[in-house]
T-cell receptor
Framework: DTAVSQTPKYLVTQMGNDKSIKCEQN?????MYWYKQDSKKFLKIMFS???????INETVPNRFSPKSPDKAHLNLHINSLELGDSAVYFC???????????FGPGTRLTVL | AQKVTQAQTEISVVEKEDVTLDCVYE???????LFWYKQPPSGELVFLIR??????QNEISGRYSWNFQKSTSSFNFTITASQVVDSAVYFC???????????FGGGTRLMVKP
């Protein structure tokens, strides 16, 4: 029944590793997003895909690469993890790029 | 470029008080979309309202109301008779007309004490 799901919920890893976070939505939405929320709760959009097409690509390091195999999935791959990547990452989806977003539960990434 | 400012980083009220959370935005678009989201202590983000720039009618939903003033570029959120369960971080957000730029404010942490 979960509308937007993310795995894993928690991710603890060492600097320099490569990791992926998966996101799936079962709402039939066309648009999906990735956000980063830092320790001060500041929420910043990273990427947005509409029908598998990249429409928002904010200034993030190219170590971050989104991948959308189909409309229902938007995965986030991070190479060469750094301490500053520690944050909560939220996936979201919306019917189209102008509608309200439904958020996943978040993935807390801790880089040691 | 667009910007959203939530000047109040933290507000503390006692239960049953009314409280208004301010949101001021900047955009060059004539068509745009404004949103409010709630993030309770459990961490999930919950949609509250969406408003497009052509709809300046104020909205009321139970104890929640929103005041959209295009002339002052503000989209303020009022909670009437606040309750402890209203304690959360509230985010205001602005989306541009093309749908390819979405900006969140810094959030306002609301603490409602019993």
């Amino acid at each position: 029944d979960t509308a937007v799901s993310q795995t894993p919920k928690y991710l603890v890893t060492q600097m320099g590793n490569d990791k992926s976070i998966k996101c799936e939505q079962n709402l039939g939405h066309d648009t999906m997003y990735w956000y980063k929320q830092d320790s001060k709760k500041f929420l910043k959009i990273m990427f947005s895909y509409n029908n598998k097409e990249l429409i928002i690509n904010e200034t993030v390091p190219n170590r971050f690469s989104p991948k959308s195999p189909d409309k229902a999935h938007l995965n986030l791959h991070i190479n060469s993890l750094e301490l500053g990547d520690s944050a909560v990452y939220f996936c979201a989806s919306s019917q189209d790029r102008f509608n309200e977003q439904f958020f996943g539960p978040g993935t807390r990434l801790t880089v040691l | 470029a667009q910007k959203v400012t939530q000047a109040q980083t933290e507000i503390s009220v006692v239960e049953k008080e009314d409280v208004t959370l301010d949101c001021v935005y900047e955009t060059r678009d004539t068509t745009y979309y404004l949103f409010w989201y709630k993030q309770p202590p459990s961490g999930e983000l919950v949609f509250l309202i969406r408003r497009n720039s052509f709809d300046e009618q104020n909205e009321i939903s139970g104890r929640y109301s929103w005041n959209f003033q295009k002339s002052t570029s503000s989209f303020n959120f009022t909670i009437t008779a606040s309750q402890v369960v209203d304690s959360a971080v509230y985010f205001c957000a602005l989306q541009n007309n093309a749908g390819n730029m979405l900006t969140f404010g810094g959030g306002t942490r609301l603490m409602v004490k019993p």
